[in-house]
């Protein structure tokens, strides 16, 4: 009980986070500095970007040593988390920088997943371990999908992930390892958003975009697994980004359309492309997790009832944003169409 009171106390909390930004800040700063950012991954513009320049993609290389290594040292519970978070990191970053197939980028989220789960089996039916499976590959691949503005992504982890450390230490059933592996997390991606946040200097790419998704669920997974919150919370966390890749997705299969090629039609994307901007669309959608985030930490520990009472209000509440910003697509699309007729 002293040991689990000091990986607690203010102190070693306050010291995780301020290693992990400083680690990841530094890391950045020197692959800028050498030119090696340049070289190890770059983005080039295409007609399907939000951005005119080319950018390096080497966000993951701050953010992944931090978020494994602090499993390692102060969350062995989570070792598995962290060498399967190391293993997608470098399969990403051959993708980065020379392509793969999707069945090869796909056959290694699954190998992640599904040893992860299997290792770790929650005590629930068969069937329900592999439908959050599924989930988990989902959440992989869409945090990747919903890595395209500037300040997005980062932004998005440090909110979620410092909402699972919150909730892993107020939990009736605390876990303080789950806290201080998504406070060093939550810190790497703050020290990344330095570099990040607009105008961009340094991009994700999907060595550190897989790897946030990837950690996102399988800490949801952990958690759960451990008691410290109930199925929803995860999913409510990140409900943002969950709720604009589904539906996007949606949309583009029920239009015939191949849902693994590049596009501009997110939710983020059209609220960049329609004026809010980079920046703007980044405050948007901060507000939007911070208010989703202090939704599902009021609701843990309320009646089974209540809880998912919230989350369905808080699914109608997206509905509603989801239709604002579809409103001003569409009055954007028409006055365009209006301009190219004068």
Known sequence: MQMQDSLMSPWTLSLVAGVAVCACAAILYLLLKTGLAWRLATDIPNDRSLHVRPTPRVGGWGIVPVAVVA?????????????????????????????????????????????????????APWWV?????????????????????????????????????????????????????????????????????????????DAGSISLGYLAGALGYWGWRGGAW???????????????????????????????????????????????????TAWVWYAVMVAGIALALFALGRSTATQWGIVAGWAGVLVVVGSIVDLRWRRFQSTLCKQSEV
Do not use: C
């Open 71 to 123: 499993m390692l040292l102060i969350a062995p519970s989570l070792w598995f988390v962290g060498l399967a978070t190391a293993f997608l990191a470098a399969v990403s970053q051959v993708d980065d920088r020379r392509g793969l197939p999707a069945r090869v980028r796909f056959a290694a989220h699954l190998i992640a997943v599904v040893a992860f789960v299997a290792l770790f089996p929650a005590a």
């Open 230 to 280: 109930p199925v929803w919370f995860p999913a409510l966390v990140f409900s943002p980004f969950i709720a604009d890749a589904s539906v996007t997705l949606a949309r583009r299969l029920a239009r015939g359309e191949k849902f693994w090629q590049a596009h501009r039609e997110h939710y983020y994307q059209r609220m960049v492309r329609s004026g809010v901007g980079h920046a703007g």
């Open 129 to 205: 371990l592999v439908v959050l499976a599924f989930l988990m590959i989902w959440l992989v691949n869409l945090y990747n999908f919903m890595d395209g503005a500037d300040g997005l992504a980062g932004g998005m982890a440090l909110f979620g992930f410092a909402g699972y450390a919150a909730a892993a230490l107020l939990s009736d059933h605390p876990m303080p390892e789950l806290a201080l592996a998504s406070l060093a997390i939550a810190g790497a991606a703050l020290g990344f958003l330095f570099f990040n946040f607009h105008p961009a200097r340094i991009f994700l790419g």
